[in-house]
């Protein structure tokens, strides 16, 4: 017996009908580091999707103390230097479990951003041991809309270049009406050593 609600068949056979939108998210592609010195993804944001997801996946940065930034550009620009306004926090606990803390990152120049134009830290003080790594998330919403500012939230765990669990906190948005269709993705100096980040677009269920 199938469930029909307003014309739409929800539940046929103890299936979901096609016309259900199920909010599932959509590997669209994956970029692989090797020692680059950044890393881009200059087409697969579109209005196809609402939101889209970008995974990180054991990033490795060429140097100690490195920060992971990201930037944009709107339909038609070049420079990644879109307007932003951000803030940045992390909890902190020592591998030796002698120091634990929670940290807002209130310096302007290098980690907060009130409608500034640089690279936005995402993840920060990332070690280059062979057994250190970072690994999250970063979400972008709407970046196709021509009529709203362009959110985005980033959460990151990271084996810092202090031997420190670190984890991430980063929100912010970009101060633009205009369509998104580009991103970028490099530390604050050197190459990202390796790792993996995939890029998802998610409709709302």
Avoid: W
């Amino acid at each position: 017996m199938a469930v029909v609600s307003n014309g739409t068949t929800i539940i046929d056979a103890g299936a979901l009908g096609s016309g259900v939108a199920t909010g599932a998210m959509t590997l669209l592609s994956t970029v692989t580091a090797s020692s680059s010195s950044v890393l881009s993804f200059t087409s697969g944001l579109t209005s196809s999707f609402d939101h889209y997801i970008f995974k990180f996946i054991n990033i490795h940065p060429g140097s100690d103390g490195e920060h992971l930034q990201f930037q944009t550009n709107v339909d038609g620009a070049t420079g990644f230097n879109e307007s932003i306004t951000a803030i940045h926090f992390r909890a902190v606990l020592a591998e030796a479990d002698n120091d634990k803390y929670v940290h807002y990152h209130n310096d302007p120049s290098s980690f907060v951003q009130g409608n500034g134009t640089a690279f936005q830290p995402i993840a920060t003080y990332l070690g280059n041991d062979n057994d250190q790594a970072s690994n999250g998330t970063l979400t972008l919403f709407s970046p196709a809309s021509t009529v709203s500012v362009k959110h985005y939230t980033s959460e990151f765990a990271i084996c810092n270049s202090n031997n420190y669990i670190q984890h991430n906190f980063t929100a912010g948005y970009f101060n633009v009406t205009a369509a998104i269709d580009e991103i970028q993705f490099k530390m604050t100096s050197g190459n990202i050593d390796s790792g993996i980040i995939k890029l998802y677009g998610v409709n709302a269920g």
